[in-house]
């Protein structure tokens, strides 16, 4: 059974999932899909982002993690508020493919990620910035970037 908390623990006064207190600016809001053994395993690639203008808590370590196992080839940044991955092409024309099928995805969810690229890579990050961390948006993204890898 799937349990949703979207609300703050008034008894505590704090943020549910990061501890934050109702007096700070990042704890009005915190969003996750918890069951009864732990995280709900979400379908990412049949979702759509959501707006962040913050105001929610971002993802801890377990729950990202644990999205990451539905994630092949993505990893947390060594600051864990990220999730990255480094893609390799055959030659600069896919790598650039990729790029433009990208961007296009992202423009369709509003959820942009950071990107460098060479001759027959790409290496691909995601973080919700106006939160400061990792929002379910970063792994949507991620899901669909997968998907785009396909053939």
């Known amino acids: 059974m799937v349990r949703y908390f979207h609300e703050m623990s008034f008894i505590a006064s704090k943020c549910i999932l990061c501890q934050r207190s109702n007096n700070d600016q990042g704890a009005r809001l915190s969003y996750q899909a918890l069951s009864v ?16 203008e ?5 993802l801890d370590e377990p729950i990202s993690a644990r999205h990451l196992e539905q994630l092949p080839g993505w990893k947390l940044t060594g600051d864990k508020k990220g999730i990255k ?3 390799k092409f055959k030659d600069f024309s896919a790598t650039i493919s990729f790029i433009n099928a990208m961007a296009y995805m992202s423009e369709q969810q509003g959820h942009h990620p950071d990107f460098s690229a060479g001759y027959n890579y790409c290496e691909v990050s995601y973080t919700t910035h106006a939160i400061g961390g990792l929002s379910e948006n970063d792994f949507i993204c991620a899901a669909k970037i997968n998907s785009l890898l396909e053939p």
């Open 37 to 52: 053994q732990g995280v709900a395993l979400v379908n990412f690639e049949n979702k759509h982002c959501k707006p962040c």
């Open 54 to 58: 913050g105001g929610v808590c971002p």
């Open 85 to 87: 991955r480094r893609l």
